[in-house]
């Protein structure tokens, strides 16, 4: 288990896996075993279906919300780029939470962490159905994307204290796939809601979810965090002394893990290729729905469906292709480990699908009219759905590779960076297509996320050279 002192310590983690290997896998085997065999094959199906089910909530509560903007706006007599700037906010506010959630769920425990921001979720849900004014909308939003953002995070660490490094990759598709239902359904149940009802329907089956799962979790989810690993952070925490009672930690000082190149080149690289994400979908009520004259928010969501269904095929394929690449990578060097070979499994995402999918559906805004504009974008949406996903879920499964032992609060720190570079893009993607048209709009973002690609190339190539620059306690052999 690495503490902060280890992370000064001046040995290199390639230095230590080499040491490891000399001395011989019996006692590295040993603890792996006690280490990720505590439960059962079927008890963390159970386990991966439960997190998944948390993790859900986010993206139902995000996603549910955007075909609903024009309505919201008209019932609260206020504009769209108002109300987006409550999704904004409420992106912002996951942010912070995310990185709360996850710095006490490595100390106090994975379980804890959801007993605690469910509630926060559920009562923000009931505050957005019953808002009648903009300032309330904005407030419980807040407070409902605070209480959700505890979802991917904590789940994203959760699995890897209970899965090994070689399927680590296909645990973490599964969840991020099944999560990846919510892009898919709440825009299409908001869309309906909306048109059909009201936009405060979903807002009340949200907080139904989040009290099911809150449930859930009180009855059947076992803690993962394993006890020794516990132990030694609240004693690192209380300044080495063996405490009992509450200690404070400060949720900002995972942000410090961003030193290490090899995680924020990462981190840049998800921003850039989540940026193509919200470039299509924020905006698509006055994008597609401009072009194409549709005003039916129920349509408007059945386009987000086509990115929901790519999202889904994509996690589980990019989470089996990244444990591919490490196993095959071992192989070529005779067993010996290097976590960048997971990345190789992005290469063809990052090069092609990202950012061809959002400049194709620029293009076709603009210059393709009628049921074939409506197509090319469709099958745009969905190819973009995966490609994200064949770049997001390699990488977050190599942060919890090389920062096993804070695992939850890597994942957290990368996750906020990119929430924050969304949540003021957000605010400036209309002013932008209102400028310069969707073309060139979509244009400038793949160019930003050919920018990614290359980050991903230098990582892959001087990884283990920039984790030598700076160590902040990466993974080695022996605990990982």
């Given at each position: 288990?690495?503490?902060?002192?280890?992370?000064?310590?001046?040995?290199?983690?390639?230095?230590?896996?080499?040491?490891?290997?000399?001395?011989?896998?019996?006692?590295?085997?040993?603890?792996?075993?006690?280490?990720?065999?505590?439960?059962?094959?079927?008890?963390?199906?159970?386990?991966?279906?439960?997190?998944?089910?948390?993790?859900?909530?986010?993206?139902?509560?995000?996603?549910?919300?955007?075909?609903?903007?024009?309505?919201?706006?008209?019932?609260?007599?206020?504009?769209?780029?108002?109300?987006?700037?409550?999704?904004?906010?409420?992106?912002?506010?996951?942010?912070?939470?995310?990185?709360?959630?996850?710095?006490?769920?490595?100390?106090y425990g994975r379980r804890m962490a959801y007993l605690w921001s469910l509630p926060c979720l559920c009562i923000g849900s009931v505050g957005v159905a019953l808002a009648y004014s903009v300032p309330s909308?904005?407030?419980?939003?807040?407070?409902?994307?605070?209480?959700?953002?505890?979802?991917?995070?904590?789940?994203?660490?959760?699995?890897?204290?209970?899965?090994?490094?070689?399927?680590?990759?296909?645990?973490?598709?599964?969840?991020?796939?099944?999560?990846?239902?919510?892009?898919?359904?709440?825009?299409?149940?908001?869309?309906?809601?909306?048109?059909?009802?009201?936009?405060?329907?979903?807002?009340?089956?949200?907080?139904?979810?989040?009290?099911?799962?809150?449930?859930?979790?009180?009855?059947?989810?076992?803690?993962?965090?394993?006890?020794?690993?516990?132990?030694?952070?609240?004693?690192?925490?209380?300044?080495?002394?063996?405490?009992?009672?509450?200690?404070?930690?400060?949720?900002?000082?995972?942000?410090?893990?961003?030193?290490?190149?090899?995680?924020?080149?990462?981190?840049?690289?998800?921003?850039?290729?989540?940026?193509?994400?919200?470039?299509?979908?924020?905006?698509?009520?006055?994008?597609?729905?401009?072009?194409?004259?549709?005003?039916?928010?129920?349509?408007?969501?059945?386009?987000?469906?086509?990115?929901?269904?790519?999202?889904?095929?994509?996690?589980?394929?990019?989470?089996?292709?990244?444990?591919?690449?490490?196993?095959?990578?071992?192989?070529?060097?005779?067993?010996?480990?290097?976590?960048?070979?997971?990345?190789?499994?992005?290469?063809?995402?990052?090069?092609?699908?990202?950012?061809?999918?959002?400049?194709?559906?620029?293009?076709?805004?603009?210059?393709?009219?009628?049921?074939?504009?409506?197509?090319?974008?469709?099958?745009?949406?969905?190819?973009?759905?995966?490609?994200?996903?064949?770049v997001l879920t390699p990488a977050s499964s190599y942060y919890v590779d090389i920062l096993h032992s804070r695992s939850a609060e890597v994942w957290a720190a990368s996750s906020a960076v990119r929430q924050?570079?969304?949540?003021?893009?957000?605010?400036?993607?209309?002013?932008?297509?209102?400028?310069?048209?969707?073309?060139?709009?979509?244009?400038?973002?793949?160019?930003?996320?050919?920018?990614?690609?290359?980050?991903?190339?230098?990582?892959?190539?001087?990884?283990?050279?920039?984790?030598?620059?700076?160590?902040?306690?990466?993974?080695?052999?022996?605990?990982?």
């Amino acid at each position: 288990m690495l503490t902060e002192e280890d992370a000064l310590h001046e040995e290199t983690p390639l230095l230590a896996q080499a040491a490891a290997l000399e001395s011989g896998p019996s006692q590295t085997n040993a603890n792996h075993d006690e280490q990720y065999n505590r439960f059962s094959r079927t008890q963390k199906r159970f386990i991966v279906g439960l997190l998944s089910w948390v993790g859900l909530l986010p993206f139902l509560a995000s996603g549910s919300f955007v075909p609903s903007v024009p309505q919201i706006a008209k019932e609260l007599n206020s504009t769209g780029p108002i109300i987006n700037l409550a999704i904004g906010l409420s992106i912002t506010c996951a942010a912070l939470g995310s990185l709360l959630w996850a710095t006490y769920s490595g100390t106090y425990g994975r379980r804890m962490a959801y007993l605690w921001s469910l509630p926060c979720l559920c009562i923000g849900s009931v505050g957005v159905a019953l808002a009648y004014s903009v300032p309330s909308l904005m407030i419980w939003r807040v407070v409902q994307a605070f209480g959700a953002s505890s979802g991917l995070s904590v789940g994203a660490g959760a699995i890897g204290d209970i899965y090994r490094l070689e399927e680590r990759g296909q645990a973490m598709g599964v969840f991020f796939g099944a999560c990846f239902v919510g892009p898919a359904l709440a825009p299409v149940a908001g869309g309906l809601a909306a048109h059909y009802a009201s936009w405060r329907i979903v807002q009340w089956a949200l907080f139904a979810m989040g009290l099911a799962a809150y449930i859930l979790i009180i009855l059947w989810l076992p803690e993962t965090l394993h006890p020794e690993v516990a132990r030694e952070k609240l004693r690192a925490a209380a300044g080495g002394v063996e405490e009992q009672k509450f200690v404070w930690l400060n949720p900002f000082k995972s942000l410090a893990l961003l030193r290490s190149p090899n995680i924020l080149l990462i981190t840049i690289t998800g921003s850039t290729t989540l940026l193509t994400d919200y470039a299509l979908l924020i905006p698509l009520s006055f994008t597609i729905g401009k072009a194409y004259n549709i005003t039916n928010e129920a349509i408007i969501g059945m386009f987000f469906l086509a990115s929901g269904v790519g999202n889904i095929i994509g996690a589980p394929l990019a989470g089996y292709l990244a444990d591919r690449a490490v196993i095959n990578g071992r192989a070529r060097r005779g067993g010996e480990w290097v976590p960048e070979d997971r990345l190789r499994a992005t290469l063809f995402g990052a090069l092609v699908l990202v950012p061809l999918s959002v400049l194709l559906s620029g293009i076709a805004i603009d210059y393709v009219h009628g049921a074939v504009g409506i197509a090319i974008n469709v099958v745009c949406l969905f190819v973009n759905g995966v490609a994200v996903d064949l770049v997001l879920t390699p990488a977050s499964s190599y942060y919890v590779d090389i920062l096993h032992s804070r695992s939850a609060e890597v994942w957290a720190a990368s996750s906020a960076v990119r929430q924050f570079t969304v949540a003021l893009a957000t605010a400036g993607i209309l002013p932008l297509i209102n400028t310069v048209g969707v073309a060139a709009a979509d244009a400038i973002f793949a160019i930003i996320a050919w920018i990614g690609f290359l980050l991903i190339l230098i990582t892959i190539q001087y990884g283990g050279h920039m984790r030598e620059w700076v160590d902040v306690g990466y993974s080695t052999c022996e605990n990982n």
